[in-house]
């Protein structure tokens, strides 16, 4: 059974920073681009940064560029999300998933919902003074 589990979520001040991890059980994340996205009540989920399966490639939503870093360690099975210098409008649940490279970051400039799989079941990130 394929699981992907997040952690690191909080409540942080703004200006602050977080580090997410998303690991995975039942598979090995070797072969998956790993997709990271963020919810608010009432919205749609959002892509914010994806990885290639490698680790080579990145990407991120313009709303996150310069701030957030994607990282992995496939020894590990695990991916990172490192969030710095955190603002209010980040404050969502953020939710890691699987996908093949073909919906990573060397074929899109930000992941989508519809591309992803095995969704994990979500760490809130909440920012706020």
């Known amino acids: 059974q394929l699981q992907l589990v997040e952690s690191g979520g909080g409540l942080v001040q703004p200006g602050g920073s977080l580090r997410l991890s998303c690991a995975a059980s039942?598979?090995?994340?070797?072969?998956?681009?790993i997709g990271w996205f963020r919810q608010v009540p009432g919205k749609e989920r959002e892509g914010v940064s994806s990885?290639?399966?490698?680790?080579?490639?990145?990407n991120y939503a313009d709303s996150v560029k310069g701030r957030f870093t994607v990282s992995r360690d496939n020894a590990k099975n695990t991916v990172y999300l490192q969030m710095n210098r955190l603002k209010p409008e980040d404050t969502a649940v953020y939710y890691c998933?699987?996908?093949?490279?073909?919906?990573?970051?060397?074929?899109?400039?930000?992941?989508?919902?519809?591309?992803?799989?095995?969704w994990g079941p979500g760490t809130q990130v909440t920012v706020s003074s």
């Open positions: 039942g598979f090995t994340l070797d072969y998956y681009a």
């Open positions: 990885i290639s399966s490698s680790g080579g490639s990145t």
């Open positions: 998933a699987a996908g093949p490279d073909s919906a990573g970051p060397d074929y899109s400039d930000y992941p989508h919902v519809a591309d992803f799989g095995a």
